[in-house]
């Protein structure tokens, strides 16, 4: 049902003619116009205003859209300068024509039924082509190409990137390209909000089932990039760094260095060994892959675990990175994008990029 409306929205139209008036009269007396009239944000105070086919148009995604990114009506209606009522009043007539619900009402605000994270994907893809399609005219003649990646900080993606920069992107090429590091939860909603073209989440191998089936009801594919066992890292002159295996009672005396998105200890800890119960005493929380180096330079006895980090990377650190028996479960990072996105040349290239690097550098701790 939703699909065909989606279709409905880019069929028809007026065809070029020779004079601009006719062809407005055409279209008026055929009355099937792709839209109902157009209402710009000024118009909105005045009052919700049907079109006279009934059809939905760019302003009901807009709304829609801009109601999911606030998470409540009325938030919304102060972002766009509309009116509440107007605004719920576009959303209900737009709900009651698709026979669908995309939103749940709460106390708190509004939630996605099923259908409304469909209908969010669709429509935020629609509208960053819309938005493309308005800019074509106040381009350069070379449009720079466009690229959002979003990753679930890790040390080699950026390392990919670089690389890939230096292999594909010519100089003078110009290039908008937009690099986010941040948690799983955060990487999945951009990309399905059409904010980046690709993402990499770093999951437990046995939460797989679960983040698989969460993707596919919003709509975004998956593929594996690695699999692996957490790695410790730390300065060369670490005091551990000639054992021949480390223990978490050998651990204890030290500073952990965690991601501060991994505020849960259990769920920490269950990326390591989800029969270990303790916590270590010591922990750094840090938002950031620059602070957490520095940290691991200058704190001795720092260390922290991570996934299979480039050897160059740990060279100008000063580090080392090794294997320890306690590290007992398998994690995945996986590559995701939109299902329906076409994806560029660009993205394509990127993404392939990436899924040969990861596989070589897992390939080297014989994962």
């Given at each position: 049902m939703l699909s065909g409306?989606?279709?409905?929205?880019?069929?028809?139209?007026?065809r070029p003619g020779r004079d601009t008036a006719r062809q407005g009269t055409r279209l008026r007396q055929n009355r099937q116009p792709i839209w109902r009239e157009q209402i710009n944000d000024k118009e909105c105070g005045g009052g919700y205003r049907r079109g006279r086919e009934g059809r939905m148009n760019l302003q009901q995604l807009k709304y829609v859209l801009a109601i999911y990114k606030e998470g409540s009506i009325t938030k919304a209606s102060h972002a766009l300068f509309c009116a509440q009522p107007n605004l719920s009043s576009a959303l209900k007539s737009l709900e009651n024509e698709l026979h669908i619900k995309i939103f749940e009402?709460?106390?708190?605000?509004?939630?996605?039924?099923?259908?409304?994270?469909?209908?969010?994907?669709?429509?935020?893809?629609?509208?960053?082509?819309?938005?493309?399609?308005?800019?074509?005219?106040?381009?350069?003649?070379?449009?720079?190409?466009?690229l959002g990646i979003s990753v679930s900080r890790a040390s080699y993606c950026t390392q990919a990137l670089s690389q890939w920069m230096n292999a594909r992107i010519r100089p003078e090429q110009p290039l908008?390209?937009?690099?986010?590091?941040?948690?799983?939860?955060?990487?999945?909603?951009?990309?399905?909000?059409?904010?980046?073209?690709?993402?990499?989440?770093?999951?437990?191998?046995?939460?797989?089932?679960?983040?698989?089936?969460?993707?596919?009801?919003?709509?975004?594919?998956?593929?594996?990039?690695?699999?692996?066992?957490?790695?410790?890292?730390?300065?060369?002159?670490?005091?551990?760094?000639?054992?021949?295996?480390i223990?978490?009672?050998?651990?204890?005396?030290?500073?952990?260095?965690?991601?501060?998105?991994?505020?849960?200890?259990?769920?920490?800890?269950?990326?390591?060994?989800?029969?270990?119960?303790?916590?270590?005493?010591?922990?750094?929380?840090?938002?950031?892959?620059?602070?957490?180096?520095?940290l691991l330079k200058t704190l001795p006895g720092s260390y922290m675990w991570a996934s299979p980090v480039p050897a160059d990377i740990l060279e100008d650190a000063g580090m080392i990175q090794r294997t320890a028996s306690m590290s007992r479960v398998y994690n995945l990072d996986l590559l995701i994008w939109r299902k329906n996105s076409p994806g560029s040349s660009l993205v394509r290239s990127f993404a392939d990029y990436l899924q040969k690097y990861a596989g070589e550098l897992a390939g080297e701790w014989g994962e």
């Open positions: 409306y989606i279709k409905r929205i880019w069929a028809g139209g007026c009402r709460t106390p708190g605000g509004v939630e996605l039924t099923p259908q409304g994270e469909a209908f969010i994907s669709y429509a935020a893809n629609i509208m960053a082509q819309v938005e493309m399609l308005e800019n074509i005219g106040s381009r350069p003649a070379e449009v720079p190409a466009s908008s390209l937009h690099f986010c590091e941040t948690n799983t939860e955060k990487v999945i909603d951009q990309v399905f909000r059409a904010e980046s073209d690709l993402g990499v989440i770093r999951i437990p191998a046995f939460y797989e089932s679960y983040y698989k089936q969460l993707l596919a009801n919003k709509n975004l594919c998956e593929t594996l990039l690695m699999q692996f066992k957490l790695l410790l890292v730390m300065r060369k002159d670490h005091p551990l760094v000639g054992a021949p295996d223990t978490p009672d050998m651990l204890r005396p030290f500073t952990e260095v965690v991601h501060g998105d991994h505020r849960n200890p259990s769920l920490t800890m269950a990326r390591i060994d989800p029969t270990l119960q303790d916590t270590p005493p010591r922990r750094i929380y840090v938002y950031d892959r620059g602070s957490q180096i520095d």
